[in-house]
T-cell receptor, first 115, second 113 residues
Framework: ETGVTQSPTHLIKTRGQQVTLRCSSQ?????VSWYQQALGQGPQFIFQ???????GRGNFPPRFSGLQFPNYSSELNVNALELDDSALYLC??????????????FGAGSRLTVL | QQQVKQSPQSLIVQKGGISIINCAYE??????FPWYQQFPGKGPALLIA?????SEKKEGRFTISFNKSAKQFSLHIMDSQPGDSATYFC????????????FGSGTRLSIRP
């Protein structure tokens, strides 16, 4: 059984650029959620995808968008990068809409630095 | 808004001692309270969780104490070991919201040998 894998592990962008982060779900999981973890803080919920549709969103602007693919993998896209977007971006998978829905399996994250 | 408040920010405990981390929540609708453990360079991993219909849950050396009337819950680590050194996050969620979990700000725990 493979866990959640994320790529890239580290990347550096400049303000105004766009970035795409990728996530492969744990085998058997059909729901993906994305979290932003600023340095020294707890993760903050960005959004969740279930059956390829956004199914819940946190307090993040529309320039944060995502996709889920038929194999349950996912992408997080951030446009018009700002300095405050510098953070660890975590992907988590779960069994959506079931008794295991609250049990998240996190990946190791993608560390984004915006200069 | 900070819906889950966690303290202390950092904690140093001697090997074999008891580590205690406290959390308070605001939304009385929350119905699932997990604790996550995060090691450097890794994502958070579920450690133990409780629902508000019980006041305590124990798994090995880890115990959650839950006080529904005070809207507080805490993690106790008995016989703390150097391998327990990590950042711990309390969290809360609505089971109906599935993976939208509200995390506390974290406690960096160091166990001194």
């Amino acid at each position: 059984e493979t866990g959640v894998t994320q790529s890239p592990t580290h990347l550096i962008k400049t303000r105004g650029q766009q970035v795409t982060l990728r996530c492969s779900s744990q085998s058997g999981h059909n729901t993906v959620s994305w979290y932003q973890q600023a340095l020294g803080q707890g993760p903050q919920f960005i959004f969740q995808y279930y059956r390829e549709e956004e199914n819940g969103r946190g307090n993040f602007p529309p320039r944060f968008s995502g996709l889920q693919f038929p194999n349950y993998s996912s992408e997080l896209n951030v446009n018009a990068l700002e300095l405050d977007d510098s953070a660890l971006y975590l992907c988590a998978s779960s069994l959506g809409m079931s008794s295991g829905a609250n049990v998240l399996t996190f990946g190791a994250g993608s560390r984004l630095t915006v200069l | 808004q900070q819906q889950v408040k966690q303290s202390p920010q950092s904690l140093i405990v001697q090997k074999g001692g008891i580590s205690i981390i406290n959390c308070a929540y605001e939304n009385t609708a929350f119905d699932y309270f997990p604790w996550y453990q995060q090691f450097p360079g890794k994502g958070p991993a579920l450690l133990i969780a409780i629902r508000p219909d019980v006041s305590e849950k124990k798994e090995g050396r880890f115990t959650i104490s839950f006080n529904k009337s005070a809207k507080q819950f805490s993690l106790h680590i008995m016989d703390s070991q150097p391998g327990d050194s990590a950042t711990y996050f309390c969290a809360a969620t609505l089971e109906s919201s599935a993976s939208k979990i509200i995390f506390g700000s974290g406690t960096r725990l160091s166990i001194r040998p």
